[in-house]
Nanobody, 116 residues
Framework: QVQLVVSGGGLVQPGGSLRLSCAAS????????MSWYRQAPGKERELVAT????????NYADSVKGRFTISRDNAKNTMYLQMNKLKPEDTAVYCC?????????WGQGTQVTVSS
């Protein structure tokens, strides 16, 4: 059974940092293209960052480029999203996704709230 367990959300002040984790079980994370998405109230879901399988190339939404870093620890079978210099507009529910061929798995969301 495949599971993606997301953790690390919370309340943080503007300018602060958080690190989200997406721990995978039932699949080998490095074999999948992995992504972080977010959805703010009243808005469409947004692709935040991706990391490819194998080589681990990364890509970011313009809104987070230079502030967020996606990474992967193959030994721990876990993906991360380091979020720095957080802004109120980063407030959203964040979730992770694993894709390979026709396989497509989603983790549950975690709330990130940026507010003073």
């Amino acid at each position: 059974q495949v599971q993606l367990v997301v953790s690390g959300g919370g309340l943080v002040q503007p300018g602060g940092s958080l690190r989200l984790s997406c721990a995978a079980s039932g699949l080998t994370l490095r074999s999948y293209a992995m992504s972080w998405y977010r959805q703010a109230p009243g808005k469409e879901r947004e692709l935040v960052a991706t990391i490819t399988s194998a080589a681990g190339y990364t890509n970011y939404a313009d809104s987070v480029k230079g502030r967020f870093t996606i990474s992967r620890d193959n030994a721990k079978n876990t993906m991360y999203l380091q979020m720095n210099k957080l802004k109120p507009e980063d407030t959203a529910v964040y979730c992770c996704r694993a894709e390979w061929s026709t396989l497509d798995y989603w983790g549950q969301g975690t709330q990130v709230t940026v507010s003073s």
